[in-house]
């Protein structure tokens, strides 16, 4: 049969005619690298998080890096970190010369497991990098706690979750540092770039520093003291960031719509885990709607069904390929069996088209193109 359907994208960012005119604008402006654009957004965007600085980046890695060399961590040094994100920006941990430390994860949330990170902690241990996954927070009072025991750094990974809230606060709040990153598939999308924000004005004075080497500082003697990165977003994608930013109220209440169509047509589908919300959690904004198939499906199955909904005209996604299955990884000893909820959910977890302008029509067609899908690879599974 014929899909009804041209293509079902997998995200598609809510661009209006306000965030065209931004561009112009900053095209039309003389200056479309360190300009006013990225100062602005820096402070508009650390504000609405509730936090004192932000450091404009070129992407969620970048942000991660230079959060790294500004704490000092580097080779010879242990970061602890979940094997599960959907933007990698755990790879910046090898990036910088030191040595990912995989926990395992809440099998409910997706986010690392606190207790499993405390059993990782070790003499060389100098911080955690925690990811609100797919907007899920963390349990933040609980790392909070383990950093504070250990006297160990907490970054806080929140390139997937702009707009999700933990104990009456925005995600972005919680660790020493937070980055943020506004590629797509952000609520927040601004083609690449990221944010890294802080209270601690010593830390956001060397991010600033060592992120690119400002044309004021071209004299200076002391400028060479320490190697800065070319890590700066442009102005064109800060002044796109700066419309998104304004209209973030409207757009996240567009998504909330489009996740209330997919919960309805869900609930009439057994073998499927839909998106989990912990108690303790305000409110998450997912960056795509992610589902966890039953137990009797297989890493395989679900390669299946995602090929299937493909040939129908409806893009969808492996969340993610889990770093401790990856060969970068898998030469520092890591492999399967070591990390079981993150293998369990791994093998199991897709995702679905999630933006502003799907229908409610589109949403029921793909959660149907998803059931027939999961029929042809054998249906009546497990959810849990």
């Known amino acids: ?109 997706g986010c690392i497991d606190p207790a499993k990170a405390a059993d990782k902690v070790g003499p060389r241990t100098r911080a955690i990098l925690a990811t609100n996954v797919n907007g899920h927070p963390a349990d933040w009072q609980a790392l909070r706690e383990l950093a504070t025991r250990h006297q160990l750094k907490l970054i806080e990974d929140s390139t997937e979750a702009v707009g999700s809230r933990y104990q009456g606060r925005l995600v972005g709040g919680f660790g020493d540092v937070s980055i943020f990153d506004f590629s797509q598939p952000s609520a927040l999308c601004c083609g690449q770039g990221g944010m890294v924000l802080t209270d601690d004005p010593a830390l956001a004075s060397e991010l600033g520093y060592l992120r690119e080497r400002r044309l004021s500082d071209r004299n200076s003697v002391s400028v060479g003291s320490r190697v800065p990165w070319q890590a700066s977003m442009s102005d064109l994608d800060a002044a796109l960031g700066l419309a998104q930013l304004q209209r973030i109220d409207e757009i996240l209440l567009k998504r909330k719509q489009v996740e209330g169509w997919y919960h309805t047509q869900m609930q009439s589908f057994e073998g499927i885990k839909p998106p989990y919300l912990a108690e ?80 409610e029509d589109e949403v029921s067609y793909i959660v149907k193109t998803l059931k027939d899908a999961s029929v042809n690879v054998g249906a009546g599974a497990a959810i849990y």
């Open 280 to 359: 303790h959690i305000d409110e998450v904004h997912w960056m795509l709607y992610k589902i966890h198939l039953g137990k009797r499906f297989t890493g395989s199955a679900r390669n299946q069904i995602i090929e299937d909904m493909d040939s129908n005209s409806v893009q969808s996604a492996i969340y993610c390929v889990p770093l401790h299955q990856q060969f970068h990884y898998q030469q520092l000893g890591w492999h399967r069996g070591l990390l079981p909820n993150t293998e369990r959910i791994g093998d199991r977890s897709l995702t679905l088209p999630f933006h502003t302008h799907l229908d």
């Open 1 to 109: 049969m014929h899909a009804p359907y041209d293509w079902i994208a997998l995200s598609d960012p809510d661009i209006t005619g306000q965030e065209l005119e931004a561009v112009v604008m900053a095209l039309r402006s003389g200056q479309l690298s360190a300009g006013p654009a990225v100062s602005e957004f820096e402070n508009a965007f650390a504000q609405w998080v509730g936090r004192s600085h932000g450091a404009a980046v070129g992407s969620g890695t970048l942000g991660v890096c230079l959060a790294l060399k500004v704490m000092g961590i580097g080779p010879g040094d242990e970061v602890i970190t979940a094997a599960y994100a959907w933007h990698q920006v755990a790879h910046a941990i090898s990036l910088v010369g030191a040595t990912p430390v995989l926990a395992d994860i809440d099998y409910w949330s």
